[in-house]
């Protein structure tokens, strides 16, 4: 049992962190563990922080996936679907990208794209179905679009479907878009990595 149990009605419960590090040495796929890891975090019911320091306290037995998933969030990856565009990514042999950072021209705030090569200019956005379903998300999708696009960002989109069942053809596209932004003058964007690390 956790050294501080939480307590309700008489019950007592593991912390979340705990309660995630213990679940995913059971019977979990990769994509499991980063949908599940990166839920909580992002509902804030846990950190990475604390789900680093059980992974660390816990047994070594199992722990692949977790630990897996933990360094992707220390490079900036914040969801299973990032988490699986990375792999293609490095499995592409793109060259390495920033996650989830910041941009800004100047000292005005841009824009936080999925993904970015900054070198190339190049934004990769992940739209899922979920996230864009209602009239608000996509209207504040399609205005970051235009924000970047407007400071000569080539940004390209892709939902988590076509990541996993045409993965060949996503690598393609943005090898040719990295490539034809390789070829231009730099952009005047400053780049400030988010961090997920706390």
């Known amino acids: 049992m956790p050294e501080r149990p939480w307590g309700h009605g008489g019950i007592l419960w593991a912390p979340p962190a705990r309660a995630i ?3 995913v040495r059971g019977e979990f796929e990769l994509a499991n563990v980063r949908a599940l890891v990166a839920d909580a975090v992002q509902h804030r019911k846990c950190t990475i922080g604390q789900l680093t320091e059980e992974l660390r306290l816990g047994p070594r037995r199992g722990s692949g996936l977790l630990r897996t998933v933990l360094e992707e969030v220390a490079e900036g990856v914040a969801s299973a679907a990032e988490g699986d565009l990375r792999r293609l990514i490095r499995s592409g042999r793109l060259p390495e990208p920033v996650y989830n950072p ?6 005005e705030f841009l824009a936080r794209p999925d993904v970015w090569w900054r070198d190339a200019g190049v934004a990769a956005e992940l739209d899922s179905r979920e996230w864009h379903l209602s009239p608000d998300q996509w209207t504040r999708t399609m205005a970051r679009h235009a924000r970047m696009s407007a400071q000569g960002i080539i940004v390209l989109h892709f939902t988590p479907g ?5 993965g060949a053809q996503v690598v393609a596209e943005l090898r040719s878009a990295i490539e034809a932004g390789l070829r231009r003058p730099p952009l005047r964007i400053r780049t400030v990595p988010c961090d997920f690390a706390t």
């Not at 910041?102 to 000292?107: A, E, F, I, Q, T």
């Not at 076509?162 to 045409?166: N, Q």
């Open 102 to 107: 910041d941009l800004y021209v100047g000292s």
């Open 21 to 23: 590090s213990d679940a």
């Open 162 to 166: 076509r990541i996993r069942s045409d």
